[in-house]
């Protein structure tokens, strides 16, 4: 297995209560380059794709950790929805999953 590339470009679909929110908080998102009702496409490189994965990864159990903002559980399925779409980019383009490793840190691709 060899180490991805940070210039690699990948094409991910985010749920867009969610994709709001990430990028209200000025984290690493990519270029937007379609918009729908029932997702943003980004195009992003690993280093973004890891910031989405991990950002979608915590506040999917924003509800589970007793948090009472406005909204939580919208943002929660929203979390959700761009995790496993997230899964499912990652498993097309043969990256594999984080092993042990919540944070998405340590992305390959078979080579």
């Avoid at 709001?20 to 794709?49: A, F, K, P, Q």
Wanted: negative net charge.
């Amino acid at each position: 297995m060899t180490t991805m590339t940070e210039t690699k470009t990948i094409l991910i679909n985010v749920a867009p209560r969610f994709a709001m929110d990430h990028s209200d908080r000025d984290l690493e998102t990519g270029r937007e380059v379609c918009r729908s009702n029932r997702y943003i496409t980004y195009e992003v490189n690993v280093s973004e794709l890891r910031e989405w994965l991990s950002d979608a990864r915590f506040y999917s159990d924003c509800a589970g950790q007793g948090w009472t903002m406005h909204n939580a559980g919208g943002l929660q399925s929203s979390a959700r929805a761009t995790v496993k779409s997230i899964l499912k980019t990652m498993q097309f383009y043969l990256i594999d999953r984080p092993l042990n490793d919540s944070t998405g840190d340590r992305i390959f691709v078979e080579g």
